[in-house]
């Protein structure tokens, strides 16, 4: 059993039985096929971006794998590329938007492909994204008897005609390093599109190491505003995961639109609601960010729903809700700080300092 192009490479006295197409769809049919002595071709190692992880959860103590060298293993050998200074990613099944945070001035990148018109797609994608220099190599069947590699730029790609690409390879150009992600906490407020409500830059930045992401660690982000703070948490790590509870459905969609573009959008979790109505139903976090919503039934449902040692860091710009952070702290301990920052702005011919409003942030271990 597999796709048509494996089943084309082998002669066999055996039934054959093409997967179909959309992918999850040839579950059933495999089902079917329990009780027989059956083999599932897969392209090279099938735990590495492959269809291992999917057909083992769905067919558990029922399997056995034997993996060939990689797709990844292949295209690297055949550009002369050192494997572990390559960004592997798949795009087979995922949108070209997972590659945002690799897009660096001369990064390699190795991403599988869905089919041929996925080429000219991702070469828009490069150019509308400020990455039009990057050269690309098309590998078609690789590791196959018909495989051939071709170079070329993002505009020869853009013209189209490819038929059985497997994967590409990229050499990242970019525009200029304002496209660039940094990886640092505290990206630029421009990758971000807003209402005007977003935990600005300098304040993020702090918030962030507070909250300290660690790999596959989960963050509560309650009021998410433009979605900045879980957005950033879920590039800290390919492992992380966010939930984001957010009552107005405007806002939802501006958060839900932010981290599709920044490629985030699989591991975050976007809830309409109110905090003290879902948070008993929620996943455990070992993080919670309070940026919005600041009231004393929301910091109750949270200490009924979290764990003792979740980090629970909350931001204040009122007077009623710093009044509120100062009472918790006197009972609860943490840390609480006061920041206050200024930015120069015209004042006549000349510069002054202006100031935001302050916020104080209050940190603390459950």
């Known amino acids: 059993m597999g796709p048509s192009r494996h089943l084309g490479l082998i002669e066999t006295s055996a039934e054959t039985v093409e997967w179909p197409v959309p992918f999850a769809d040839g579950y059933a049919v495999l089902e079917g096929l329990r009780g027989k002595q059956v083999a599932v071709l897969a392209s090279g190692d099938p735990f590495w971006f492959g269809a291992g992880r999917a057909i083992s959860g769905h067919f ?7 993996p060939g060298v990689s797709i990844f293993g292949l295209v690297a050998s055949r550009l002369g590329w050192a494997l572990e200074d390559v960004a592997c990613v798949g795009l087979h099944a995922a949108p070209f938007a997972r590659l945002r945070r690799h897009l660096v001035e001369d990064a390699l990148i190795i991403a599988t492909l869905r ?16 990455f039009a220099g990057t050269r690309m190599f098309v590998c078609h069947a690789i590791g196959g008897p018909l495989e051939y590699v071709e170079g070329m730029s993002v505009f020869e790609a853009l013209k189209g005609g490819f038929k059985h690409p497997v994967a590409v390879g990229l050499s990242i150009a ?14 630029a407020d421009a990758f ?19 909250l300290a ?17 879980a957005i ?37 979790e976007v809830l309409e609601a109110s905090a003290p109505e879902v948070l008993p139903a929620l996943d455990r976090p070992d993080a919670v960010f309070i940026g919005g919503g600041l009231d004393a039934d929301t910091r109750l449902a949270i200490w009924a729903a979290v764990a003792e040692g979740t980090r629970v860091v909350a931001n204040a710009v009122t ?21 206050e920052i200024s930015s120069s702005s015209p004042m006549g011919s000349k510069r002054g300092w202006k100031a935001a409003y302050p916020v104080v942030q209050w940190s603390v271990v459950r």
């Open 60 to 66: 558990p103590g029922e399997w056995r794998a034997f």
């Open 232 to 268: 950033e948490w879920l590039l800290a790590d390919d492992l992380c995961r966010a939930t984001i509870v957010e009552p107005r459905a405007d806002r939802c969609a501006l958060i839900r639109a932010n981290a599709e573009a920044l490629g985030v959008e699989h591991r975050l």
């Open 174 to 187: 970019a525009k200029d390093i304002s496209y660039t992600l940094p990886r640092a906490s505290g990206i």
């Open 319 to 339: 007077l009623e809700t710093e009044a509120l952070l100062v009472d918790w702290q006197a009972k609860f301990g943490g840390d609480l700080m006061k920041v």
């Open 115 to 130: 089919d041929g018109p996925s080429v000219s797609k991702l070469a828009r994608y490069l150019r509308d994204t400020g």
């Open 213 to 229: 992401p660690r790999r596959g660690e989960h963050l509560w982000d309650i009021g998410g505003g433009s979605g900045s703070i």
């Open 192 to 210: 971000f599109d807003t209402d005007g409500v977003m935990t600005k830059r300098p304040l993020r930045a702090m918030t962030l190491s507070a």
